[in-house]
């Protein structure tokens, strides 16, 4: 038997910019996917994730995809001599928390256990890639979540446009601070709201221009403000990140009634994370106390939360 982790993620800066070569913050969370694998007569796959209701059956396709590519990757068949791969671990999966990229990196890990092949992360991280890729369609993914979910930490992360390998920064704070994550409950695909927003940003590429330009200037004032621990200004970014957000229309209505709700109870940034449209919202609360005072008024109004960290590292 091998066992492989793979951390849940969440985006603080970038979520869709990063398509489009722009740079990204991110990190991993304190949850993380876990993949155990066993040798075994033929192929069995057993999910034992914790999901929102209805997140497995609607990705079953992508899942399946993930799945036929890291045993390619790692040449093993599914008739005789096969495998068992149980998951399992406390990342609830839903949209937003890098759920996909977790699989990936955690069965990826567990296989190289397994095999005796003893591969790097920056292997690992590739696997997984190639896997999401297959799981969501060519182009779809930038590689921020498997990055993530891979070395866990904040990271920095610039997609390369030319194919080249891309450019990624680890950042390294003194203590993981505290987040809620709040979920939508809405299962949201990403190929369909990235090609949705491809279509706006060709409609108007003047708009997103202008867009763009502010927000490389509210990542790097943010980038500049984790280094140092000032959280005040990471949130007034992160509320200005989601402002371009729904701009680029992929804020919904439970996004905005969890980020009003969250600012008004002391949280000092606000936003979608993902793929948007759903899924869930970041809420900065770097203490105990007002991560327990934001999510308390959150869940009031029916939304369940993720007590987490951010800056949790492998
Ligand atoms: C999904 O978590 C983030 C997106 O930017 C797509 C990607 O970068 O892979 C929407």
Known sequence: MAEGKGFGKTILFGEHFVVYG???????????????VEKTEKFEF??????IPGY????????????????EQFKIGKGQDSIKITLEGNLECSSGVGASAALAVSIARALSQMLGRDLSDEEIN???????????????????????????????????????????????????VEIVLASTGITQETKKVVAD?????????????????????TCQKAFESIKTGDWKTVGEQMDKNQELLRQIDVSCPE????????????????KLTGTGRGGYVLLLTPSKELQEKVAKKVEELGYKTLKTEIGAKK
């Open 22 to 36: 722009l740079p990204g913050i991110a990190s991993g969370l304190g949850n993380a996917t876990i993949a155990n």
């Open 46 to 51: 057993e999910d034992n994730r914790p999901e």
């Open 56 to 71: 497995k059956e609607k990705k079953r396709q992508e899942i399946q995809n993930q799945l036929d590519s890291l045993l």
């Open 126 to 176: 590739k696997i997984a890639y190639i896997a999401e890729e297959a799981g969501t369609g060519k182009g779809s993914v930038s590689g921020i979540d498997n990055t993530c979910s891979t070395f866990g930490g904040f990271i920095r992360f610039e997609k390369n446009m030319q194919g080249r390998p891309n450019k990624i920064e680890r950042l390294s704070i003194g203590r993981p």
């Open 197 to 217: 927003v491809r279509g706006k940003k060709e409609a108007s590429p003047q708009e997103f221009e202008k867009i763009f330009k502010e927000y490389r200037e």
């Open 255 to 270: 996004i905005e009634e969890i980020v009003k709700t969250a600012k008004e109870a002391g949280a000092l940034g606000a």
